[in-house]
């Protein structure tokens, strides 16, 4: 029964927000027109990159056509879920509203992490979607294909959230700190290219300090079965979201109510 019942709150969050968002449909349309466009400049930087024949890191360019559409759909993610719930983390702090959050009977991280939806990122997944399905068609990917990358892209939606919380959980301390997550965001746009076009030392950060290459290679590399590893994978998506949890859990013992 727990977790029905978180479920039909997330429902009821996702109703709410969607009738508060419908007010302002024209949104949903120059959402979408901001991210055809983002798209469009950064194929138009893989075209620069794979001129002249070049293959960075031995990827072609439908293949990497799959990371950057592994890329969208997290930019989806992102603007549908992590930045309006999760960048308001420092809002409620400054303001005092952390108070009510944590006097619900509801997990604190749950609500803070879900309580809004934002349906003007959907135009990144739709693009997303369809950049996915064309590299796929050129690459003559099965369904099992799709399955693989599905996965692998949902465990690396788990690492990003888990990060973005972890950053956002500073503020408790740092309150002044309004957009540190967006250094996060800085790092993550190394995602729109393979691992395999950087330099080693680049591919060393991007893989064991900042993990975007789990979240856009991987998941294109097991779609094309390169033998990504699942077990490291799933260990290292649950070590951040448990190390997220702790960290909000120990940043709540410093947090002073805006009443005391």
Request: proline share 4%.
């Amino acid at each position: 029964m727990f977790p029905v019942r978180y479920l039909r709150v997330f429902l009821l969050f996702l109703r709410l927000s969607l009738a508060a968002e419908m007010e302002y449909r024209l949104n949903f349309l120059l959402g979408l027109l901001s991210s055809g466009l983002t798209l469009l400049g950064a194929l138009f930087g893989l075209l620069l990159l794979y001129q002249g024949g070049y293959r960075p890191g031995g990827w072609a360019f439908e293949e990497a056509l799959l990371v950057l559409a592994a890329f969208t759909l997290l930019q989806g993610l992102g603007s549908t879920l992590f930045a309006p719930n999760l960048n308001k983390i420092v809002e409620h702090v400054q303001q005092g509203t952390l108070d009510f959050v944590l006097l619900k009977p509801l997990d604190p991280q749950f609500w803070l992490s879900l309580r809004v939806f934002s349906p003007w990122g959907l135009g990144d997944f739709l693009l997303g979607l369809g950049l996915l399905l064309y590299a796929g068609v050129r690459l003559g990917l099965g369904f099992c294909d799709y399955l693989a990358f599905a996965g692998y892209w949902g465990l690396g939606g788990w690492m990003l959230y888990s990060l973005w919380f972890l950053l956002a959980t500073t503020s408790i301390w740092f309150v002044k700190i309004y957009n540190v997550t967006e250094v996060l965001r800085g790092l993550l746009e190394a995602g729109r290219f393979p691992m395999g076009a950087y330099p080693a030392m680049y591919r060393l950060f991007f893989t064991f300090v900042v993990p975007v290459a789990f979240l856009t290679t991987v998941p294109a590399e097991a779609a094309l079965g390169r033998g990504a590893g699942l077990l490291p994978a799933c260990l290292l998506a649950a070590f951040l979201f448990l190390l997220s949890r702790g960290f909000f859990r120990l940043a709540l013992r410093s947090y002073t109510s805006a009443s005391s």
